[in-house]
């Protein structure tokens, strides 16, 4: 049976091919018309030298000058020379031009439009080539938003294998997909988007995670919970989740599920409003210590505004703490979209 593996390029797009356990991931790559740097294809110059994000894999016959022991103790490899022992995330060294490949375009038709608040609106797609969409947890699309020239980044708030997609935003006056969903939006419109793309995703988890979501940030953290409702993994999983007002609050029952189904899965919440009905009212920074991160035997993925991600991170620092990996993203309610990834 052949494995998934993603191969995540510089620019942020990412492209899945399918790999058998006896063939290499360069050689998976090359069938699918994919070219990533490559030249010895023996395992001796190290020009195809990968990081692997997450899964298992042999990692062939090379020499210490294409591989060090220490880069390969670090998840280095050579897509030339490894074969996979299950699916695998690699982050290739090329921008997806230089291997003659590009994101995904797909259409789709509006099957729902859900105003959760004067302030967010989640609209769901049925995607009419659905099994041939495939994303990493936590990535994002460019939506081409209907009747305009402008096109908007959203994260996936749904899970890789539902068949349905789905997509929060935070409405913006003046915005061009605020308005098309506030004004004129109906099930049935056809919407294109291309995809998928981001290094915003979720690893495989070897210790406890940490998720911290700031507003309609915490799209992506739900299509991370929702593959791990799929694939539950023995390490806590804890989610804070911070807005605004009481009214930015989104989805607090479907985290009350989440938590029913995955063993080892808590989350907290907190409004910075001070008239808040919330029982933490403040920000998650507030809600984070060294007990929280674990004394930094953690993973933090972070998704949120640029203030509050600033804010976050300026505060971990402050406590001392060190994050075994350290994910994060800043969004901005414009095209504009800003992924920034940093891993100790």
Do not use: W
């Not at 006896?22 to 699918?32: C, F, L």
């Not at 969903?181 to 995703?201: K, W």
């Not at 940490?210 to 791990?228: F, I, N, Q, V």
């Not at 029982?279 to 674990?294: E, Y």
Request: aromatic share 8%; hydrophobic share 35%; glycine share 8%.
């Amino acid at each position: 049976m052949p494995f998934q593996v993603a191969l995540n390029f510089e620019d942020g797009i990412t492209r899945f091919i399918e790999c058998r356990p006896d063939e290499t991931v360069a050689e998976a790559s090359y069938k699918a018309r994919i070219n990533i740097p490559l030249d010895c294809r023996d395992g001796a110059c190290g020009t195809c030298k990968s990081l692997c994000d997450s899964g298992r894999y042999d990692g062939g016959d090379y020499i210490d000058e294409a591989l060090t022991e220490d880069e390969a103790a670090l998840g280095y490899c050579l897509p030339c020379q490894m074969t996979p022992q299950s699916d695998l995330v690699l982050r290739i060294p090329s921008s997806s031009a230089a291997a003659r490949t590009a994101a995904a375009t797909h259409t789709a038709t509006v099957a729902g439009i859900k105003h959760h608040s004067p302030t967010t609106v989640e609209f769901t797609l049925d995607v009419d080539d659905r099994e041939a969409l495939d994303f990493l947890p936590g990535q994002y699309v460019n939506v081409a938003v209907p009747g305009t020239d402008q096109a908007r980044s959203y994260s996936f708030s749904s899970g890789p294998n539902q068949q349905q997609t789905s997509f929060l935003v935070r409405i913006v006056e003046g915005g061009a997909m605020s308005g098309y969903l506030t004004e004129r939006a109906a099930v049935g419109d056809r919407i294109e988007f291309t995809g998928p793309m981001g290094s915003f995703y979720l690893r495989e988890l070897t210790r406890p995670a940490l998720l911290l979501a700031g507003g309609t940030g915490l799209a992506p953290l739900l299509s991370m919970l929702e593959r791990l409702a799929q694939k539950p993994v023995a390490h806590p999983v804890h989610l804070l989740y911070g807005v605004t007002t009481d009214q930015d609050l989104v989805h607090l029952d479907t985290l009350e599920d989440y938590a029913e189904v995955i063993p080892g899965f808590t989350f907290d919440h907190c409004v910075a409003d001070p008239s808040s009905s919330a029982r933490n009212k403040g920000f998650v920074t507030g809600l984070i210590d060294s007990g929280t991160l674990h004394d930094g035997d953690v993973d933090v993925y972070l998704c949120g505004p640029p203030a509050m991600v600033e804010a976050v991170r300026g505060h971990i620092t402050s406590l001392g703490v060190t994050p075994a990996s350290f994910h994060y993203e800043k969004f901005t309610p414009a095209a504009a979209r800003e992924t920034v990834e940093a891993a100790a």
